[in-house]
């Protein structure tokens, strides 16, 4: 049922590296997170709630449905969200989070269960306001607006949903749900990937069979190749390992929705620089162009290097030096077609993925030691 209802926000992110790959400005930066961010918080919140109270023994499987049917709204309308159809992506995203906690309050046995229910509906009624205020406004008011929303989503999750009269939810609560959702985490990254295949498969099938191309669409498959790797070697494979080791289990899974995002930011970005590419291979270089291309890889690698940290309590010398070339790179990059561009991001992945590899060979597997 979970694999089912990731699909969904398989096209959702596709759709979003579409938006990206066409407005590639400040503006469509902007608007392509906050969307990105709304999707993402959607299905976190979701693999979390279905956790946290699957052994209490609600219906699990009509509160999904209902995810998922509304995830298509929201991805139906993600391309023209900040544009006519604002009020159908904002009031998706409100009934999502509402009509869960609304199903599930009388569903749920027990007086703590009930109460972190209460607590989830209290702080999406305070965010459903900026959000539905912003479907209302066009613009910059609409992309400040939801913004804010977004803020509070956020932040009361990271303060574990302190809501007057009832407190934040207990520490112990989140324990409960910490070990599948190591896997859960993995599963969706690894379907993540899928955009990026996705996204470069359908471009390069529109555009013909020229060399050029044909270089393009191995670049962007050598790219979600080389995350995928990235991801997995030993920190992405020890996740739960390391929930389990960790003293407060709780506050590792808690960070682990702002980690990943990074992550999933990575590869959106990755993917829309490869539909870019695939489309212009030697093209003209703009700004906005080099910025997608290098900029997945660098909110990926910071992403993943926080993972690592949480997982065992440092950073490999690989991933800092990786982002360091990536940023001086950048203005250099200017003057070089998009496609060897392309290949100088893919390049730098490839360093990283060797000294991964490299670092492991001949050594024990090494066991995880959360910095939490």
């Not at 008011?141 to 302190?162: E, K």
């Not at 539909?275 to 703009?286: D, F, L, N, R, S």
């Not at 690698?301 to 990536?326: D, K, M, N, P, T």
Request: charged share 10%; no cysteine.
């Amino acid at each position: 049922m979970e694999l089912f209802l990731d699909l969904v926000f398989v096209a959702a992110l596709a759709l979003t590296s579409q938006k990206l790959a066409a407005d590639l400005t400040w503006t469509g930066a902007f608007e392509t997170v906050l969307l990105l961010m709304a999707v993402w918080w959607v299905w976190s919140v979701t693999a979390l709630t279905t956790d946290l109270y699957l052994a209490q023994h609600p219906p699990i499987y009509p509160m999904t449905i209902s995810v998922m049917f509304g995830t298509m709204l929201m991805t139906a309308a993600l391309s023209t969200a900040f544009g006519q159809d604002g009020a159908v992506f904002a009031g998706a995203y409100v009934a999502i989070h509402l009509a869960r906690s609304l199903f599930l309050t009388p569903a749920l046995r027990g007086r703590e269960a009930r109460r972190h229910a209460a607590r989830f509906f209290f702080w999406f009624t305070v965010s459903a306001v900026p959000w539905l205020a912003g479907a209302a406004t066009t613009g910059v008011s609409r992309g400040l607006l939801w913004a804010v929303a977004l803020a509070v989503d956020y932040t009361a999750a990271l303060l574990r949903y302190p809501t007057p009269g009832l407190g934040g939810v207990p520490r112990s609560q989140y324990r409960v749900a910490a070990e599948h959702l190591a896997e859960r985490y993995q599963q969706f990254f690894t379907l993540a990937l899928g955009d990026v295949i996705l996204v470069t498969s359908l471009t390069y099938a529109g555009t013909g069979f020229a060399v050029d191309r044909t270089a393009a669409f191995v670049v962007g498959f050598a790219t979600a190749v080389l995350l995928w790797q990235i991801y997995v070697q030993r920190a992405g494979a020890l996740l739960q390992a390391a929930i389990e080791s960790s003293q407060d289990p709780g506050r590792l899974l808690r960070s682990a929705p702002y980690t990943h995002l990074l992550m999933v930011a990575g590869v959106v970005a990755s993917a829309a620089g490869a539909e870019a590419v695939i489309q212009h291979p030697t093209g003209k270089t703009g700004f906005g162009l080099v910025g997608v291309i290098f900029g997945g890889p660098v909110l990926f690698l910071i992403g993943r290097a926080r993972f690592e940290y949480e997982v065992f309590s440092r950073v490999s010398r690989s991933r800092l030096v990786a982002l360091l070339v990536l940023v001086l790179a950048a203005p250099v990059m200017m003057f070089v077609p998009p496609l060897g561009v392309a290949i100088a991001g893919s390049l730098v992945l490839s360093g990283v993925a060797v000294a991964d590899i490299v670092r492991a060979h001949g050594r024990p597997p090494e066991p995880p030691s959360p910095a939490i």
